[in-house]
C-alpha cells in the first residue's frame, strides 16, 4: 500500500499571505489528523477528521482551519500567515478514530518569510 | 487534560548496551499509549502501542515498552543499541475516556534524542 503523501513538501510564502496543503491518507483509512512541528513547542495536535467532520481541535486559533472530502483526503488552511507558523506540518492517517496507530506522512515544510 | 513527558531531553548509549527512554502519562481514564521514532527530515514512523493486554509489548525493530500502571509510565526499552537507532523519539498518549474533552486526541512528549555511540 502506498503511504501518506502530503503535499506540497516545501513552501515559502510571505507574511500576510494565505496557504493551503494537502493529504492523502493510505488506502482505505477514514481518519486524518494534523500536526505542527516546530522546535520550540514539539508536535502539537491541530484538528482531527473523520468522514469528513471535525472529530477534536486543538488549542490553535481559527486561521487554522481544515477539511475532508468524501474520499478521506484532506487540506488544510492557514490564513494570514505570520512568521510563527514557520513549521514543519505533518499529517497521519489511521483507520478510525480511536487507539489505531496513526501513520505519518513526510510532512510539508512551510517557511514564512 | 492529559500530558505526556519525557524527562531526558537526551539519551547516550554505545553499541551493543541496552536502552531506555523515558515517558510518564497524565490522563483522566484508560489511556492508550505509542512510541514514534522520527529521522532526519522525516515523518514518523509508529514503533509500538499499548491498548490492553500485557504490560509488556514488543515493536518494530527489537524494541519493546513496558506499561506500568501505578507509576503512569510507558518506558521504550531495547536490549542492544545499534547505531542506526539514533533518532528522535516521540512517546504520545491518547485519552479514551467516553465524554472526556480529550477524547481520542493524541498528545505527544517533547521527543527525546537517542545517540547510539559506536
Known amino acids: 500500500k502506498a503511504g501518506v503523501t502530503q503535499t506540497p513538501r516545501y513552501l515559502i510564502k510571505t507574511r500576510g499571505q494565505q496557504v493551503t496543503l494537502s493529504c492523502s491518507p493510505i488506502?482505505?483509512?477514514?481518519?486524518v489528523s494534523w500536526y505542527q512541528q516546530t522546535p520550540g513547542q514539539g508536535l502539537q495536535f491541530l484538528f482531527e477528521?473523520?468522514?469528513?467532520?471535525?472529530?477534536n481541535k486543538g488549542n490553535f486559533p481559527g486561521r487554522f482551519s481544515g477539511r475532508q472530502f468524501s474520499n478521506s483526503r484532506s487540506e488544510m488552511n492557514v490564513s494570514t500567515l505570520e512568521l510563527g507558523d514557520s513549521a514543519l506540518y505533518l499529517c497521519?492517517?489511521?483507520?478510525?478514530?480511536?487507539?489505531?496507530?496513526?501513520?505519518f506522512g513526510p510532512g510539508t515544510r512551510l517557511t514564512v518569510t | 487534560a492529559q500530558s505526556v513527558a519525557q524527562p531526558e531531553d537526551q539519551v547516550n548509549v554505545a553499541e551493543g548496551n541496552p536502552l531506555t527512554v523515558k515517558c510518564t502519562y497524565s490522563v483522566s481514564g484508560n489511556p492508550y499509549l505509542f512510541w514514534y521514532v522520527q529521522y532526519p527530515n522525516r515523518g514518523l514512523q509508529f514503533l509500538l502501542k499499548y491498548i490492553t493486554g500485557d504490560n509488556l509489548v514488543k515493536g518494530s525493530y527489537g524494541f519493546e515498552a513496558e506499561f506500568n500502571k501505578s507509576q503512569t509510565s510507558f518506558h521504550l526499552k531495547k536490549p542492544s543499541a545499534l547505531v542506526s537507532d539514533s533518532a528522535l523519539y516521540f512517546c504520545?498518549?491518547?485519552?479514551?475516556?467516553?465524554?472526556?474533552?480529550?477524547?481520542?486526541?493524541?498528545?505527544f512528549g517533547q521527543g527525546t534524542i537517542l545517540t547510539v555511540h559506536p
Open positions: 497521519a492517517s489511521s483507520l478510525v478514530v480511536g487507539g489505531y496507530e496513526q501513520y
Open positions: 504520545a498518549v491518547r485519552d479514551m475516556s467516553a465524554g472526556g474533552t480529550s477524547y481520542g486526541k493524541l498528545t
Open positions: 488506502s482505505g483509512h477514514r481518519s
Open positions: 477528521y473523520f468522514s469528513e467532520t471535525q472529530r
